[in-house]
C-alpha cells in the first residue's frame, strides 16, 4: 500500500495530515489560503479544515507541560506508566501526525498509520516502536525520527 505525499519541501505538516485523513493536499492549501513556502504550516491552521471535513484532532504530548499564575513552568508525572509508555501505547491501533525533529534535529512532521511512520520526504515506512512482550516500551535506537506531539486524527462524522 503505497502513502505518499510531498506537495514542496516545506509542506510536512500538510502532508502528513493528507496522507492520515485521505483528504487532497490541494484542498488542505485551500483551505489554509497559503502554500506553506518557505515557513511550512502550523498543525494548528489545519484543524479547522479537518474538523469541517468531520475528524477530531486530538494532541498527546510525550512529555506534557504548564505554566501556573506565577509563570512557572512544570512538567506533568505520569507515575503508573511513565510518559514513553503512556505515549506509546496512545500510538497503537490508532492513526495521527507526529510533530517533532528529523535525525538533523530540525523540527518535521510525519504520518503515523498501521503502527509505521509515513514520511514525506521518503519512499517509504519505517518502524519506531520497540517492544518487550509484545508491549510498546519506547522508541527504536537510529529512528531518524524523534516525537513530541501525537495529533491523533479520528473520523467522527461523514
Given at each position: 500500500m503505497e502513502i505518499h505525499f510531498r506537495t514542496n519541501s516545506a509542506s510536512c505538516v500538510l502532508d502528513s495530515f493528507s496522507?492520515?485523513?485521505?483528504?487532497?493536499?490541494?484542498?488542505?492549501?485551500?483551505?489554509?489560503g497559503h502554500d506553506g513556502v518557505p515557513n511550512g504550516y502550523h498543525t494548528q491552521e489545519l484543524i479547522g479544515p479537518l474538523v469541517e471535513k468531520?475528524?477530531?484532532?486530538?494532541?498527546?504530548?510525550?512529555?506534557?507541560?504548564?505554566?501556573n499564575e506565577a509563570g512557572e513552568l512544570w512538567t506533568i508525572e505520569f507515575e503508573h506508566d511513565g510518559h514513553l509508555r503512556r505515549f506509546c501505547?496512545?500510538?497503537?491501533?490508532?492513526?495521527?501526525?507526529?510533530t517533532g525533529f528529523d535525525g538533523k534535529k530540525r523540527p518535521h512532521a510525519v504520518a503515523w498509520k498501521n503502527n509505521q511512520i509515513f514520511d514525506p520526504a521518503l519512499d517509504k515506512p519505517y518502524d519506531l516502536l520497540c517492544y518487550s512482550d509484545s508491549e510498546p516500551i519506547g522508541f527504536l535506537g537510529g529512528c531518524p525520527f524523534r516525537p513530541l506531539c501525537f495529533w491523533k486524527v479520528s473520523r467522527v462524522q461523514g
Amino acid at each position: 500500500m503505497e502513502i505518499h505525499f510531498r506537495t514542496n519541501s516545506a509542506s510536512c505538516v500538510l502532508d502528513s495530515f493528507s496522507c492520515v485523513t485521505g483528504l487532497p493536499p490541494q484542498h488542505l492549501i485551500e483551505a489554509v489560503g497559503h502554500d506553506g513556502v518557505p515557513n511550512g504550516y502550523h498543525t494548528q491552521e489545519l484543524i479547522g479544515p479537518l474538523v469541517e471535513k468531520g475528524f477530531a484532532v486530538t494532541p498527546i504530548e510525550l512529555y506534557p507541560r504548564a505554566t501556573n499564575e506565577a509563570g512557572e513552568l512544570w512538567t506533568i508525572e505520569f507515575e503508573h506508566d511513565g510518559h514513553l509508555r503512556r505515549f506509546c501505547h496512545f500510538l497503537l491501533g490508532n492513526e495521527g501526525v507526529l510533530t517533532g525533529f528529523d535525525g538533523k534535529k530540525r523540527p518535521h512532521a510525519v504520518a503515523w498509520k498501521n503502527n509505521q511512520i509515513f514520511d514525506p520526504a521518503l519512499d517509504k515506512p519505517y518502524d519506531l516502536l520497540c517492544y518487550s512482550d509484545s508491549e510498546p516500551i519506547g522508541f527504536l535506537g537510529g529512528c531518524p525520527f524523534r516525537p513530541l506531539c501525537f495529533w491523533k486524527v479520528s473520523r467522527v462524522q461523514g
